[in-house]
């Protein structure tokens, strides 16, 4: 299967090439960065340098790999959790998600994909009784960040679920532990 992943060099997309790689999958990962290429080579994806800022290079690199599935993993959150680096990354990090997500579902139908697996966030589920599953909605009542955070998630997920023609999952991950994220070392 052809496979590209937009945020194939973050702390996901890393070991989900890997993963990917080692079952016979054909791995795309894109970047903005041209110095990004080296690193992506050698976790086993083929470079793919386009802005996903950038709505036109996004549809041409799309159009040229005819990936089977897109997977959308893109953050742009800062290497340490601290108040002040978060505030500094918030603007960059909600508009990599709302627009990235934008022009990668643009991009899907010309090129005949078909499939796409979005990140989204476990964090954001209305409170209830019992464990929280797919079926629980997402909180619509709570302090200003909470519903913020919520709305945004919601907002990924109705747009890509109204994107007609394609098979669409929500990916609603929890933390992550360990090498390349906020609780261990980089690489």
Known sequence: MRILIA??????????????????????????????????KEIGAE????????AAA?????????????INELTSLPRHYTPAEMKA???????????????LLAALGDAGVRRYLLQSSGFWYAPGSGLADESVPFISSASPGVEG????????????????????????????????TWYGRYW
Do not use: C, M, W
Not at 58 to 70: L, N, S
Not at 152 to 179: H, Q
């Open 7 to 40: 945020g194939a060099s973050g702390a996901i997309g890393r070991p989900l090439v890997r993963r990917l790689r080692a079952n016979q999958h054909e791995v795309y990962g894109l970047s903005r960065l041209p110095d990004s290429a080296p690193a992506l």
């Open 47 to 54: 470079p793919v340098i386009a802005n996903a800022l950038d």
């Open 58 to 70: 996004v549809k041409a690199a799309v159009g040229r790999i005819r990936p089977d599935v897109v």
């Open 89 to 103: 990354a918030a603007e960059r990090h909600r508009k990599i998600r709302h627009e990235g997500n934008i022009n």
């Open 149 to 180: 955070g919520a709305r945004t998630y919601l907002e990924l997920e109705a747009r890509a679920s109204a994107t007609p023609g394609i098979e669409f999952v929500a990916l609603r991950y929890g933390f992550f532990y360990g090498l390349g």
